[in-house]
Nanobody, 119 residues
Framework: QVQLVESGGGLVQAGGSLRLSCAAS????????MGWYRQAPGKQRELVAA???????NYADSVKGRFTISRDNAKNTVYLQMNSLKPEDTAVYYC?????????????WGQGTQVTVSS
């Protein structure tokens, strides 16, 4: 059984910072990639940032230069450092992991954590 546990969401003023964490636990052979998605009310879920096992990263244009994704492979944990936050960053943020278990390759999701940025 694999579980993704997120932490670090909250309320912050515009221009402030938050650091999200997501730890994958269970019988994991390896993690191919992990990433962060977000969904605002009335909007579709969108990719914010992703990182592969090789360390390559992808960012949404709206967060480039402000957000940084990183991994601690030994802890199976991914982080999202969010700086210079804007009200439009307000959303529920979801952790995602593409990983291998005994049964094969699967996609897992965290429960989501609320990020609210006030103006």
């Amino acid at each position: 059984q694999v579980q993704l546990v997120e932490s670090g969401g909250g309320l912050v003023q515009a221009g402030g910072s938050l650091r999200l964490s997501c730890a994958a636990s269970g019988s994991i052979f390896s993690i191919n990639a992990m990433g962060w998605y977000r969904q605002a009310p009335g909007k579709q879920r969108e990719l914010v940032a992703a990182i592969t096992s090789g360390g390559s990263t992808n960012y949404a244009d709206s967060v480039k230069g402000r957000f940084t994704i990183s991994r601690d492979n030994a802890k199976n944990t991914v982080y999202l450092q969010m700086n210079s936050l804007k009200p439009e960053d307000t959303a529920v943020y979801y952790c995602n992991a593409d990983l291998w278990v005994v049964a094969g390759e699967y996609d897992y999701w965290g429960q989501g954590t609320q990020v609210t940025v006030s103006s």
